[in-house]
């Protein structure tokens, strides 16, 4: 037991300790060098008739690299935080949470692109009324089938990146809303002091059952959380909204706002082409684009009048 007591101590050292440890080690080796060394001159000089090369002492020297080694670890261990930072921690973790739900929005607009064309479909179809309307539906589907059948493939994509995004965005969530309460940082910050444990090493998690934010300590079985529901150890955080709040929410979304669902198909296109023609322009100046072909043409502007 005490085997892996000091082998969970020795993983969980710090870059500042290493730092420290390897800069004095290498000025203690040349100092014991030094030691052995002068003992020798010492003991055999007044005997005679023993001499070294002339050159061992500065085997012996401590370099300027060494001192300013020793000394850079020796100010960063005086800055050196030994219980960590669960401030730190959160605002880590939440940066990697931001970071895949980006990832996962990246996912779901391809992959809702992909299936834009069932948005299509639903419009021409709810605006069929008559016989002749219906025949008109029956035969764009006939001949575009193709084009606007969805796979499952892609259904699963579109579903496993939508709880991938609240997966994430919760976790990003709950870790930013505690990172800003310092009465909930103090009280894990102290479970990191109180366990003897560093948190830079602990494991962070939020839990959507528990509706907490657990820091679990490592080297122990032990772990502090925060509530997250305004309940009793909550330190007054209540963050949970409910569906119709978080719908509305998205509703005013730009995401929401720029959408073929809020848009409609014809705008949702209308729009993409806008910009491709301020991208186009960019490139080129100002230019019209065929949408039966796809040419583009040079847009030439009036010249001014000119006076004789």
């Not at 290498?26 to 100092?31: C, L, T």
């Not at 496993?160 to 994430?168: A, F, G, M, P």
């Not at 310092?182 to 102290?190: I, K, S």
Request: proline residues 1%.
């Amino acid at each position: 037991m005490i085997l892996s007591l000091s082998l969970l101590s020795s993983v969980a050292h710090s870059n500042e300790l290493d730092d420290l440890i390897n800069a004095s080690s290498a000025i203690v080796n040349q100092i014991d060098r030094g030691i052995k060394l002068a003992g020798a001159g010492y003991e055999y000089a007044s005997a005679g008739g023993t001499l070294s090369s002339g050159q061992l002492a500065g085997t012996a020297h401590i370099s300027t690299a060494q001192l300013n080694a020793y000394n850079n670890a020796l100010s960063n261990m005086a800055n050196y935080e030994a219980y960590g930072s669960v401030q730190d921690l959160l605002e880590t973790q939440a940066a990697t949470e931001l970071q895949l739900m980006d990832d996962a929005l990246d996912t779901f607009t391809d992959v809702v692109v992909d299936m834009i064309a069932v948005v299509e479909v639903a419009e021409i179809a709810a605006e069929a009324e008559t016989p002749d309307d219906k025949a008109e539906v029956q035969a764009y589907v006939v001949e575009n089938e193709a084009t606007l059948s969805i796979t499952q493939e892609e259904v699963d994509t579109y579903n496993q990146s939508l709880n991938d995004i609240e997966e994430h965005a919760n976790n990003a969530s709950a870790y930013l809303g505690v990172a800003a309460n310092a009465e909930a940082v103090d009280f894990l910050q102290q479970g990191a002091e109180n366990n003897n444990s560093n948190a830079d090493f602990a494991t962070l998690s939020y839990d959507a059952n528990q509706q907490w934010v657990k820091v679990a300590y490592q080297g122990t079985n032990n772990a502090s959380a925060v509530y997250l529901n305004g309940q009793g150890g909550s330190f007054n955080m209540n963050f949970y909204l409910t569906e119709a709040e978080l719908l509305t929410a998205g509703a005013q979304s730009e995401l929401y706002l720029t959408g073929p669902t809020a848009l409609g198909f014809l705008k949702q296109a209308q729009a993409e082409l806008g910009k491709t023609q301020e991208m186009l322009e960019e490139k080129y100046g100002k230019v019209s684009v065929n949408l039966t072909d796809g040419t583009i043409k040079e847009i030439e502007e009036d010249e001014p009048n000119k006076k004789d």
